[in-house]
């Protein structure tokens, strides 16, 4: 997905501006309801893009290219919009009638959902809501009770569902202090028996689908894969470019040059051919992926979903690998909070700690 000469300038000129006000700033949040980024996986009934799996991972990997932190915001915030295709249709057609309609939260199961035959009452405390600031509704996952019984499926598992909030009903807990991605402003947010319709419940699985499209047939899981690493390449991407150009200026003086010049850019030239390597293995599973799904989504291959999972991380943590041992080669100026190398370095040091694919494998 292509970005115009205009789009970057006002993406690059809120950068430092977001981090200051650690959360987006109005010309970011002005851009993506322009652009309507935050339904780029929403159904075109309920007023989204509707993009492929392919065309939404190039676009993400472009805004990350330009600003990490607006680009996780844009996927964290997309990939929960996206439930839109779980919900119940006449609800989702009402909520998403909202052009700022925004979801985002939790995905760790945490906290009660205390049913009483028509409402469930909610209660706990979740982590991790990027951009907590500009949310419409507040997504989590909760333990179901049926009075004080936890309820149990047939496996004695206990039962878990996904449920969206109205802002109105959250307490946020401005508690996002991290050295990167600062303005993602992925804030902890709390209920306190929080009484909210059963039509505001949902199973984030494909046999529960409401929406008959390619993209709702892929497991959660999968789909968190594909969209997370595009993120993460864009940043590399950005990164070794910027080393590459600090190598560039070092070269104007003949005694570095002479003494660092041949070793230094054939290292960064090295990661550079990596990662075209690297989106060009991720586009291949994500077509190959595409074309299963599309064909037969009941039978999706398990080796397939499972190399998705290694690649994904085996990328990201070669990404990882890369920018340590290239950071230490670029100065003083590197270390400058405001140098745009050191941020893109925080954020790609950042994102790295998200648990989804941060697994060694």
């Given amino acids: 997905m292509h970005l115009d000469e205009q789009t970057i300038a006002v993406i690059r000129d809120a950068q430092s501006k977001s981090i200051q006000a650690k959360q987006l700033v109005p010309e970011q949040l002005d851009l993506i309801y322009k652009y309507n980024w935050f339904n780029i996986w929403v159904t075109k009934e309920y007023k989204g893009l509707d993009l492929s799996l392919i065309d939404g991972f190039k676009l993400i990997k472009n805004l990350a290219y330009w600003d990490g932190g607006f680009a996780w915001t844009v996927t964290l915030c997309s990939g929960a919009n996206m439930f839109a295709g779980f919900i119940n249709a006449s609800l989702a057609k009402e909520v998403f009638a909202n052009p700022k309609v925004c979801f985002g939260g939790s995905g760790r199961a945490n906290g009660k ?19 907590a600031p500009h949310l419409t509704h507040f997504t989590l996952n909760a333990f179901i009770y049926d009075g004080d019984v936890q309820r149990v499926n047939a496996q004695g598992e206990s039962v878990i569902y996904s449920f969206f909030v109205p802002k109105e009903h959250v307490l946020i807990h401005y508690d996002w202090d991290t050295f990167g991605l600062e303005c993602t402003a992925s804030h902890s947010f709390s209920l306190d028996s929080v009484a909210i319709d059963k039509a505001y419940a949902f199973e984030l699985k494909p046999s529960e689908r409401k929406v008959e499209s390619t993209l709702y047939k892929i497991p959660f899981m999968t789909f968190a894969e594909l969209t997370l690493l595009p993120n993460y390449l864009g940043m ?12 560039f200026d070092k070269s104007k003086n003949p005694d570095w ?64 690998e890369g920018v340590t041992s290239l950071f230490p080669l670029v100065g003083i100026s590197g270390a400058q909070k405001d140098n745009e190398l050191n941020i893109v370095f925080r954020n790609i040091f950042t994102a790295t700690q998200h648990s989804l694919l941060n697994l060694e494998v």
């Fill in 257 to 320: 040059a002479e003494k660092y010049s041949k070793t230094r850019f054939r290292q960064v030239d090295s990661y550079q051919q990596l990662v075209e390597k690297y989106e060009q293995k991720a586009e291949a599973l994500i077509q190959q992926l595409w074309e299963q799904v599309s064909v037969d989504a009941a039978n999706i291959s398990v080796e397939l979903l499972s190399e998705i999972a290694t690649e994904s991380r085996r990328i990201v943590r070669e990404i990882r």
């Fill in 113 to 131: 959902a205390i049913f009483d035959g028509e409402k469930y009452h909610l209660t706990g405390v979740w982590q991790y809501a990027t951009g």
């Fill in 236 to 247: 590399y991407k950005r990164f070794l470019d910027l080393v590459e150009k600090y190598f």
